[in-house]
């Protein structure tokens, strides 16, 4: 009976070491999951806002402008009816 | 026992093993990093709050930036280090090895690099150089609403702050809060789970919303760049605003300043004129005066007046602009052909103890409230102070100053129904949680409904009998007054010098636009009726067509 204990503490004792390695190794793990992803996360939050500038960028009048000789946009393309209601009035 | 004495051995030797290797990393050889943040405590700034026009179109965001630092006391071979940075980034040999002072710890060698250049830098695997994580202003319009936005600088912690326009006044709101992080980490960096770990999320700014149109604002300044080079004119600033509710819609004053380089320019560039200079207003000033006499009920609008000659007040002569005089006419024509004897005598009738009260009632001499940093409030001196000639001069504008946005919030009282409304550029603020709206504020009365129709049609009537035939857009009906203003110069008034201006609104009968154009000492032309009228037109032709205003 005394053997059996012996033999049932030293296994209990095994198990305890061999769970706190494992919880320690896991531990290390999870914060270079947790470093990871932080980094991650901030590394895409930056290209986000980068792309959302761009998007803005472009869809700005200061671009429009400088493409507007090359896409021909000229004053002539203003309207003229201001001066000739006859278009709008249609007379 | 044999078998625990081998067991203590093994416990033993394990332990042998990992204080020899603590004290090799330790003590031998400490193990070095650039990517190592040994503090605990680190703080997280916020994002600035973003600025949008009416419709929602960014006006002012962020973008992601590095900040290259160097540990000089880490660098193994300075000159290779500061040549190659060099050639990446052209900051001058000189200034980088000023910057990277062997006596000090931790040095910024210089911010606001983009990625491609962080990654250069970073591959060239230097000792001794880090980066933080920054962010910039980014102007998606460059400076097409420079006074109206401000910039962002640094204040003396070197943190971001924000000077002159919305980024000044609302820079608390846009700032936000910073956050914390405190966490135990590692050798490597990497956090420890059973340690401390402690997170105070940072609140970002909060984002505005104006009443500012991005496209308005573009045809505005486009207008008035062209305006400035046609006319020959030193400086010029254009203000359109919505009269109901006293939201401004476009604001530009030329010349301004690029807001991503506002360094370049000095302090006088930054000023806005719409909001900070004071100038006397002229021929505009003179609907206020009569709206008064006419609230009053000292003049009626069919009354006459007797143009017969050149007016003599305390021994000054004030004659009309072409010192030509038509005899008997209606007080309607003393606008139309901008007569100085014609004001002197509604003055007159008004009573200057009245006068005095409708400078107040209207706002002079106190700042209108606008959210823009920066407004100056002019100097109306106190009434036992003015004389005679004060009164008269004043009933052409002259002899007073006043800022330009104080005279288009007075102009607005006269075409929306009497109400002195509040100038504001922010209609709404938002947070993650939160929306607050800024609704239009009424100061106070100035004038009352009848006193409005009538005074419209008076101006309606000006620009239709007007000295100059205008090219306006056929079909509508439009308000306005010309002004043209000498200016003071060391206590006499330059005759060769003015300032030109045209102040005006359209749809007459329901105001949708009320336009303010200010040129100062055009070359072409000193008249305000050549020169500040003719850009109004070219203005209201296209704010007719971008707001869809049907003809009349």
Known sequence: MKILFKYIFWIFLILLLAVNLGLFVNGMNLSNQIYRFEKESERLHRENLSLENKAYEIDSLKYASSIAPSLNFTNSAQPVYLENLKYALKR | ?552
């Not at chain 2, 209609?427 to 709206?437: F, G, Q, R």
């Open chain 2, 1 to 552: 026992m044999t078998k625990l004495k081998i067991l203590l051995t093994f416990f033993f030797l394990l332990q042998i093993v990992i204080i020899s290797r603590l004290f090799f990393l330790q003590v031998l050889k400490p193990f070095n990093s650039n990517s190592v943040n040994y503090l605990t405590t680190k703080k997280i700034y916020p994002e600035r709050g973003k600025i949008f026009d009416k419709n929602s179109q960014p006006l002012a965001l962020n973008k992601a930036t590095y900040l290259l630092y160097a540990e000089p006391k880490k660098i193994k071979d300075k000159p290779e280090l500061i040549e190659k940075i060099d050639s990446i980034l052209n900051v001058g040999i000189s200034t980088l090895e000023s910057r990277i002072d062997s006596n000090k710890k931790w040095v910024v060698i210089r911010d606001g690099l983009d990625k491609t250049q962080m990654k250069k830098i970073h591959d060239l695997n230097l000792e001794g150089l880090g980066f933080e994580d920054k962010f910039k202003r980014f102007y998606p319009e460059a400076s097409l609403s420079a006074h109206i936005l401000g910039f962002v600088g640094k204040n003396y912690d070197g943190e971001d702050r924000g000077y002159f326009g919305i980024e000044g006044l609302y820079d608390k709101d846009l700032s936000g809060f910073p956050g914390v992080i405190k966490s135990d980490k590692d050798i490597l960096g990497l956090p420890i789970i059973i340690g401390t770990q402690q997170r105070l999320d940072p609140e970002n700014g909060r984002d505005l919303y104006l009443t500012i149109d991005k496209s308005v604002q573009e045809i505005v300044k486009n207008k008035l760049k062209n305006g400035l080079e046609t006319y020959g004119a030193k400086e010029g600033c254009i203000i359109v605003a919505n009269p109901k509710t006293g939201e401004i819609t476009a604001l530009t004053c030329i010349p301004d300043f690029d807001v991503d380089k506002y360094y370049e320019f000095s302090e006088d560039y930054f000023k806005n004129s719409a909001i900070s200079n004071l100038y006397e207003p002229g021929s505009i000033f003179k609907p206020l005066v009569m709206a008064a006499a006419i609230e009053e009920k000292k003049i009626k609008p069919d009354d006459f007046y007797n143009e017969d000659g050149p007016v003599n007040i305390s021994g000054y002569t004030i004659r009309t602009w072409n010192n030509k005089y038509e005899g008997k006419i209606s007080i309607t024509r003393i606008l139309e052909k901008s007569s100085n004897v014609g004001m002197v005598y509604v003055g007159q009738k008004l009573g200057q103890k009245n006068l005095y009260k409708y400078l107040k009632t209207y706002g002079f001499g106190e700042n209108t409230g606008i959210d823009l940093q920066g407004e100056s409030s002019g100097y109306i001196k106190p009434e036992p102070n003015w004389y005679d000639i004060d009164y008269a001069t004043t009933t052409f504008g002259q002899g007073i100053a006043i800022t330009p946005i104080q005279m288009l919030m007075a102009f607005s009282s006269l075409v929306n129904g009497g109400h002195l409304m509040k100038p504001y550029i922010v209609s709404k603020i938002t947070s993650n949680d939160s929306e607050k709206k800024i609704a239009p504020k009424e100061q106070r009365k100035t004038i009352s409904l009848r006193t409005s129709e009538i005074i419209k049609k008076m101006l309606i009537s000006t620009v239709e009998n007007g000295e100059v035939n205008w090219a306006k857009p056929k079909g509508y009906q439009i308000g306005g007054k010309t002004g043209t203003a000498q200016i003071p110069i060391q206590g006499h008034y330059d005759t060769s010098k003015t300032i030109a201006s045209f102040i005006g609104f359209a749809p007459a009968k329901d105001p949708q636009f009320l336009v303010l154009v200010i040129l100062r000492e055009p070359k072409t032309s000193p008249w305000g009726s050549e020169t500040a009228a003719p850009l109004f037109f070219e203005i209201a032709k296209d704010l007719i067509v971008y707001y869809n205003i049907a003809p009349e």
